[in-house]
């Protein structure tokens, strides 16, 4: 052992009685890198028909050899092949990009409305092992710009709508290549200094190679004529040639001339591409009838969904069919190109197919067989979430659930807490849409309960805007059904959103009216909870009196019941906020209790956090060496839990001992460490451990108590 020194008493007939080693101690495993982000969706081998283009776009590059601060905007009808082309050429150029290639589908003209930037802001910054992401879109542009300026990297945006959707993605790097592909000029980007490339319908001879190169060229040879038909039908868009090539290659033995009469058909519209009507709706239709009955109705069904993209399990639903069934299925419909697999078990649908799907199933939606799909979806769904809930906050895993089919279908499992905040990451825009189609088709009790069992989402990932305006959702869907037990849920939880979002005022006004509420219909418990979100918001205002009283009022209600835990949480906020009005004396023995009573429920993740601020009293009255052993307990625990934001929390505190007993290089030593975990995780303690590095300057107010406790939200009934 390098540096280490060997002591203790030894016989002499050679035989060690007692060795001590002295040496550096033990380190925990570094967390194993990210990759680098290779996000581009997959592309054809070799791209017909399109190299005036490819020549165009690296031409936008002779200007700036190193690739610095290029934005293209590549334009053109849908189904024409802009997102191929762009993946193709970033894709030729992976080479100067060693930092990273990121992809967003902007959905710009999605059933559901465009994708909001701040959930590709999102995906961008977790690529990077930024988690928790900002609440604010301005907040996450400025970090994403952060990020940036010294990678380079490429940027794929896709299926934009508006410039206004893009310019907050725009990494602003000297090192960045950003391409936009969007069905609109968006010559508003030409202002941010965007260069256009269109793209135009492929001429007839590529479109004529592209169909040989998916069917056969010998194929092609012996039936000249009728393969010029299907692509003077097809008008040189890509999406249909290729769409009608498969409508080929799917019947071997049946000649092109099928195929050329069935697109004949509809001549005068393929002509006139309007390519968001007849022309590409023909030519779907015409894949469309290739299929078998089965894949037809699958098809149908699919058509129901809200969202373009879903996995393996949310086709079984929608069918009602094993995992081995809706992969036969799912691959049939790809194998015609009605459906592309984007990644293993996911799925998606093109904006027209999507479209194409959704009138194909517009016969079902009234039919009892397309309300039953729509029920095992949601339930599917519900039960889902269900399960992520009851593993990561089983404290909160109170409320009823009410599945409208039987047998509820089978919900996903997970493994371990990771796989469960995974699978919500995921699934958080489909979530969204499955809550507005339950409340928007009259499943009022689904809806509510479907916000409910979201409640790790809203914990673990904060999506600020999406919390409230589900709680909101949920509050009208749970009145509807006349639960007022699952109001008090969506006024108490939906209120914890409305505060950590720092809508302090409208938050207070949810907490009062689910005092209201509780009151009237004889919840104590409740109530208690309503109590302690009234306390928060005060507590974040300042109002300290006013936070301590609700708080005693919380302490009563729930010590009436023999709420252990819910009682000592109360108490440990009461310390919080007795400290925060500069009281540390009376404090102290507050903290103690609450700390004394969590460790035996047990709860060791509160009592942690119970050290911790048991520390600061102890900081505060001068008991540094108490102090020092409160936060290395707490420290342990919070790194044993993964618990990073507290983990930074008491480092931050260590640092604030060391400087006040005046060793400013350990005080500085612990900034740092505890500033790196802090930018991890985009907290916006970031700043104020900045300037204590600066100043080693004191902090002249706690931290607001830490949201991740849920309390505001939970309803500890058990």
Known sequence: M?????????????????????????????????????????????????????????????????????????????GVGKTVL????????????????????????????????????????RAFGISPVPRSLAEGAALWRSLAAER????????????????????????????????????????????????????????????????????????RDAAAEVVERCAGLPLAVCLAAARIAARPVQPLAATAEALGQESERLAALDVEGEAVRHALDASFEVLGADAVRLYRLLGLLPFPVFTLEVACAVGDLSAAEADRLLDGLIDVHLLEEIEEGRFRFHDLVKLHARARAAALRELPEGKAAVDRVLDWYLASATAAEALLSPSHRTQRRDYT????????????????????????????????????????????????????????????????????????????????????????????????????????????????????????????????????????AGRLAEAAHCLRATIALREARGYVRGTALARLALGDVLLADGRPAEAAPVIRGAHRELAA????????????????????????????????????????????HWEARVLELVGDLARDRGDTAEAAARYRESLAHYQALAAPDTARLTAGLDALGTLTTPPDADPEDGEGGTCPCT
């Open 86 to 125: 762009a993946a193709q050429w970033l894709r030729r150029l992976a080479g100067r990009f060693p930092d990273g290639q990121l992809y967003a589908d902007l959905r710009g003209h999605a059933p559901g409305g465009p994708a909001d930037p701040a959930e590709a802001l999102g995906g961008f910054l």
């Open 601 to 644: 429920v047990p709860a060791a993740y509160e009592a942690a956090r119970a050290l911790a601020f048991l520390g600061q009293a102890q900081a505060a009255l001068g008991e540094y060496e108490e102090a020092g052993r409160s936060y290395a307990e707490a420290l342990a625990e919070f790194r044993a839990g993964r618990a990073r």
């Open 2 to 78: 390098s540096g280490a020194q060997v002591g203790g008493s030894v016989v002499q007939a050679g035989r060690i009685e007692h060795l001590t080693v002295y040496g550096p101690p033990p380190t925990a495993p570094a967390a194993p890198a990210l990759p680098v982000p290779r996000q581009l969706p997959p592309t054809p081998r070799r791209l017909v028909g399109r190299e005036d283009e490819l020549a165009a776009l690296d031409r936008s590059l002779e200007e700036s050899p190193e690739a610095a601060d290029v934005t293209v905007v590549v334009t053109g009808p849908a």
């Open 152 to 223: 380079r990297i490429a940027v794929l945006l896709d299926n934009a709508s508006t410039a206004a959707q893009v310019r907050p993605l725009l990494p602003g790097s000297e090192h960045a290549v950003v391409v936009v592909t969007s069905r609109r000029r968006l010559t508003g980007l030409g202002i941010d200094g965007a260069v256009f490339q269109p793209v135009e319908v492929l001429s007839d001879a590529a479109a004529a190679q592209l169909l040989a190169q998916r069917v056969g060229e010998d194929r092609v040879a012996r039936e």
């Open 405 to 540: 089919v039987e047998p509820v279908p089978r919900a996903r499992e997970f493994a371990d807490d990771a796989a469960a905040v995974g699978w919500l990451d995921a699934e958080t825009g489909r979530l969204a849409d499955a809550l507005r189609w339950a409340a928007d088709t009259g499943r009022s009790r689904t809806a509510w309960q479907l916000v409910d069992a979201m409640w790790p989402l809203f914990l673990r990932l904060r999506p600020a805007r999406l919390w409230i305006d589900a709680h909101r959702i949920g509050r009208t869907a749970a009145r509807a059904a006349g639960d007022r037990t699952g109001e008090l849920r969506m006024l108490t939880s939906g209120g914890t959103g409305l505060r950590n979002a720092g809508e302090g005022e409208e938050a207070a006004e949810w907490f009062t009216e689910a005092l209201r509420l509780a009151r009237t219909v004889g919840e104590p418990l409740v109530e208690a909870d309503a109590l302690y979100g009234l306390s928060q918001t005060h507590r974040t």
